[in-house]
């Protein structure tokens, strides 16, 4: 008898000795997977300090409000984005003139009598220049033509498609003109037609990058209603 409670004294033993060292392991496990859980907990944090930092980098500045014509109703906020200094290449205004390589990333426009604000669009774009269309010299017209990139990569090599948009003076009634993958190339107004010719080149194959697949295109579009057709397709038709 007494060698059989000795040899379960020692079982005893070693089985207590095993849940004090699993205990001891499971205590250790424990704690890495605190020190874990902090870890991830800065590194959220220093996620959400980048996401505050980019943001920070994307806040928009206005300049002093102009008036693109002297006789015109409105004041224009031109919207950009601090600190990409790239970004804020000034010029000097002119009458009839566009606010070439501006890069502007919107527009606001007040009412001098009212003081009402509208936005001109919540789309994210770059506005290469703007510039109000005249009937005759110091006649203006209530349309406002845009050359506008709205598509963007983050390939270099990949070329940035202008688009062509109009608006009202009050900066109402934005609207993209050109097609999808169409760049603008060239456009010319005639007020005693209230049209806009302009000639595109299509992307055809999409890969925003000019080849011997892409096709040009001209077409007409109305200041009175922002309605564009394609011209010359029958013609080109008959000649070949």
Same mark, same amino acid.
């Given at each position: 008898?007494?060698?059989?409670?000795?040899?379960?004294?020692?079982?005893?033993?070693?089985?207590?000795?095993?849940?004090?060292?699993?205990?001891?392991?499971?205590?250790?496990?424990?704690?890495?997977?605190?020190?874990?859980?902090?870890?991830?907990?800065?590194?959220?944090?220093?996620?959400?300090?980048?996401?505050?930092?980019?943001?920070?980098?994307?806040?928009?500045?206005?300049?002093?409000?102009?008036?693109?014509?002297?006789?015109?109703?409105?004041?224009?906020?031109?919207?950009?984005?601090?600190?990409?200094?790239?970004?804020?290449?000034?010029?000097?205004?002119?009458?009839?003139?566009?606010?070439? &390589? %501006?890069?502007?990333? +919107? *527009?606001?426009? #007040?009412? /001098?009598?009212?003081?009402? =604000?509208?936005?001109?669009?919540?789309?994210?774009?770059?506005?290469?220049?703007?510039?109000?269309?005249?009937?005759?010299?110091?006649?203006?017209?209530?349309?406002?033509?845009?050359?506008?990139?709205?598509?963007?990569?983050?390939?270099?090599?990949?070329?940035?498609?202008?688009?062509?948009?109009?608006?009202?003076?009050?900066?109402?009634?934005?609207?993209?003109?050109?097609?999808?993958?169409?760049?603008?190339?060239?456009?010319?107004?005639?007020?005693?037609?209230?049209?806009?010719?302009?000639?595109?080149?299509?992307?055809?194959?999409? &890969? %925003?990058?000019?080849? +011997? *697949?892409?096709? #040009?295109? /001209?077409?007409?579009?109305? =200041?009175?209603?922002?309605?564009?057709?394609?011209?010359?397709?029958?013609?080109?038709?008959?000649?070949?």
């Amino acid at each position: 008898m007494n060698g059989k409670i000795k040899i379960n004294l020692i079982f005893m033993i070693i089985v207590f000795s095993g849940m004090l060292l699993s205990s001891c392991n499971q205590f250790r496990q424990d704690n890495k997977a605190i020190d874990l859980t902090k870890d991830l907990s800065d590194e959220n944090t220093n996620s959400k300090d980048e996401k505050n930092e980019n943001k920070e980098q994307q806040s928009f500045v206005a300049d002093l409000p102009i008036k693109i014509d002297s006789s015109s109703n409105y004041i224009v906020f031109q919207i950009n984005v601090l600190p990409d200094e790239e970004r804020k290449a000034k010029t000097e205004y002119s009458t009839r003139t566009a606010y070439n &390589n %501006n890069y502007l990333r +919107n *527009l606001i426009f #007040q009412d /001098i009598q009212t003081e009402e =604000i509208n936005i001109l669009t919540t789309d994210k774009i770059e506005i290469l220049s703007y510039q109000q269309l005249y009937k005759a010299k110091d006649n203006a017209e209530n349309v406002i033509l845009y050359q506008v990139v709205d598509t963007f990569s983050e390939d270099d090599e990949v070329l940035n498609l202008t688009s062509l948009y109009l608006s009202f003076d009050n900066g109402k009634g934005f609207k993209k003109i050109t097609l999808n993958n169409h760049h603008l190339s060239s456009w010319e107004y005639f007020p005693e037609l209230k049209k806009v010719f302009y000639k595109t080149i299509e992307d055809s194959d999409g &890969n %925003n990058k000019h080849n +011997n *697949l892409d096709k #040009q295109h /001209i077409y007409s579009v109305s =200041i009175e209603n922002f309605e564009a057709r394609e011209l010359l397709n029958a013609e080109f038709e008959r000649l070949n």
